[in-house]
């Protein structure tokens, strides 16, 4: 089947510094990928949608001068956290829709783990 | 409210037992998901539904779009079958939104 990967899996950070998490379809041209954050014992909840070649829809209550998303080709999306804080520590996890496929083709990526010290 | 509900939220099998999970949702949905998420965080997509039953191996799900309720069934049970399982709806009408359930935590015994 279709494979996500993200990078890096876990990524431990200074207060204040910058953070980039990459999201690739490894076999697929993904049009629009997601990206969700969850917090310990609690549901995913999507912070954005991004599609190639545009500016990213963020759902409401996300800063997006803080999480930066930059969907630069078919297989690559990436999500910067910005002045990274102690609460922006959570999972991270993208999924894609693949390009061509029904409404309901998505698949997820294994996740990243922020904690920001 | 949230618009996905999970029951039971924790559970716990002896090897070898039929596990049953359902889950219940409140809006219209053009698919279903379930979602399996392993302690170590990455998330594998088991199954997707429109409609009826699907199998896998010794997962079964089934959805009931009239009632609004799928289940997620798992015979023979192993402990490696021991994760958090998520129900995931898309909603038909607002086309990429997803509502997740907040998981079913599984623990099976040898």
């Known amino acids: 089947g279709a494979v996500v990967s993200q990078h890096p899996s876990r990524v431990i950070c200074k207060s204040g510094t910058s953070v980039k998490i990459e999201c690739r379809s490894l076999?697929?041209?993904?049009?629009?990928m997601f990206w969700y954050r969850q917090f310990p014992k609690q549901s995913l909840m999507l912070m954005a949608t991004s599609n190639e070649g545009s500016k990213a829809t963020y759902e409401q209550g996300v800063e997006k001068d803080k999480f930066l998303i930059n969907h630069a080709s078919l297989t690559l999306s990436t999500l910067t956290v910005t002045s990274a804080h102690p609460e922006d520590s959570s999972f991270y996890i993208c999924?894609?829709?693949?390009?061509?496929?029904?409404?309901?083709?998505?698949?997820f990526g294994p996740g990243t783990r922020l904690t920001v010290l | 409210k949230n618009e996905v509900e999970q029951s039971p939220q924790n559970l716990t099998a002896q090897e070898g037992e039929f596990i049953t999970i359902n889950c219940s949702y409140s809006?219209?949905?053009?698919?279903l998901h379930w979602l399996q998420q392993h302690p170590g965080g990455g998330i594998v997509s088991l199954f997707m539904l429109s409609s009826g039953k699907k199998k896998h191996g010794r997962l079964i799900a089934t959805i009931n779009i009239q009632e609004k309720h799928s289940s997620l069934h798992i015979t023979a049970s192993h402990p490696r079958d021991s994760a958090v399982y998520i129900c995931?709806?898309?909603?038909?009408?607002?086309?990429?939104?997803?509502?997740f359930g907040t998981g079913t935590s599984l623990t099976v015994i040898p």
């Open positions: 999924s894609a829709r693949e390009r061509g496929g029904g409404e309901d083709t998505q698949y």
């Open positions: 076999d697929f041209q993904a049009t629009t």
């Open positions: 809006v219209g949905i053009s698919a």
């Open positions: 995931a709806v898309r909603n038909r009408y607002t086309g990429n939104q997803f509502y």
